[in-house]
């Protein structure tokens, strides 16, 4: 099994930051492909941005300039660094990964999802 979780959601005033963690565990061999995605009150999910191993990223142009996705191999970990927030950023976020993970004696790969984060931009 893999578990991403997430951690660094809340409220912060227009204008302001906030830094989104996300760990994967369990029995994983690589991942290739880690992003963050967000969905706000009845709007569909989009995403924000992913990074792959080797470090190319890419992000939604609504947020270009303004967020930065990086991660740590080592520790299967990715992050969103959320500058310059405005109200229309609030949403849930969340983290996802193609992760190619260890079943026995072979690996299989597969996509995983976080449980989400509440972002809140409001003065």
């Known amino acids: 099994q893999v578990q991403l979780v997430e951690s660094g959601g809340g409220l912060v005033q227009p204008g302001g930051s906030l830094r989104l963690s996300c760990a994967a565990s369990g029995r994983i061999f690589s991942i290739y492909v880690m992003g963050w995605y967000r969905q706000a009150p009845g709007k569909e999910r989009e995403l924000v941005g992913d990074?792959?191993?080797?470090?190319?990223?890419n992000y939604a142009d609504s947020v270009k300039g303004r967020f930065t996705i990086s991660r740590d191999n080592a520790k299967n970990t990715v992050y969103l660094q959320m500058n310059s927030l405005k109200p229309e950023d609030t949403a849930v976020y969340y983290c996802?990964?193609?992760?190619?993970?260890?079943?026995?004696?072979?690996?299989?790969?597969?996509?995983?999802w976080g449980q989400g984060t509440q972002v809140t931009v409001s003065s």
């Open positions: 990074i792959t191993s080797g470090g190319s990223t």
């Open positions: 996802a990964a193609n992760v190619k993970y260890y079943t026995g004696s072979v690996t299989r790969t597969n996509d995983y």
